[in-house]
C-alpha cells in the first residue's frame, strides 16, 4: 500500500508541475497581422541595411523586425512569451541593438532569430512569416 501510494503522490506532483509551467508559458493571444511596408519610405530607414531593425504597429503588442539579409527579414511579436498573460510584458531592443530584452521578468532573446538567452522563458519570441519583393515587405501569418 506504501508502495502504490508513493506511486500516486509522484504522478500528482508531476501533474503539478506540468499544469504550473503550462500556464507560465502560455502562446501569446492569436491577432491577424498583413502589413505591407514600403521599405523606401524614409520612416524605415533603418530596415534599408542587413542588422537593422525597426518597431512596426501590429501584432498583439508591436513588431519588432529585423533585416536579417539583403532578402530576408524577420519579424517578432513584442509580446513577452513568459507569463503571456502579463499586461507589462513588452519586448523591447536593448541598448546593444544585438538582444530583445523583456524587462517584467528579465528574459533576454537574440534579435537575429528571436531564440532565447535567458529565461525564464523557454519559449522565443512569436515570429510572423515574411516575404520581400525588393521594395515592400509583407509581414503576415
Not at 508531476?14 to 501569446?28: A, G, R, V, W
Not at 542587413?50 to 519579424?75: C, H, K, M, P, Q
Request: proline share 3%; net charge negative.
Amino acid at each position: 500500500k506504501i508502495k502504490k501510494l508513493h506511486t500516486v503522490l509522484i504522478a500528482i506532483s508531476i501533474i503539478l508541475s506540468f499544469n504550473t509551467c503550462k500556464k507560465q508559458q502560455q502562446s501569446i493571444p492569436y491577432v491577424n497581422v498583413d502589413i505591407y511596408i514600403n521599405i523606401s519610405n524614409p520612416a524605415y530607414f533603418h530596415l534599408t541595411s542587413i542588422g537593422g531593425w525597426d518597431y512596426v504597429a501590429g501584432g498583439s503588442r508591436g513588431l519588432i523586425v529585423y533585416r536579417e539579409l539583403d532578402n530576408t527579414f524577420n519579424a517578432y511579436d513584442r509580446h513577452c512569451t513568459y507569463n503571456a498573460e502579463n499586461a507589462c510584458g513588452t519586448a523591447e531592443v536593448d541598448s546593444t541593438g544585438l538582444q530583445i530584452a523583456c524587462d517584467c521578468d528579465g528574459s533576454i532573446y537574440q534579435l537575429y532569430d528571436g531564440s532565447i538567452i535567458q529565461g525564464p522563458a523557454t519559449l522565443p519570441l512569436h515570429q510572423y512569416r515574411t516575404d520581400f519583393n525588393g521594395s515592400v515587405l509583407h509581414i503576415y501569418n
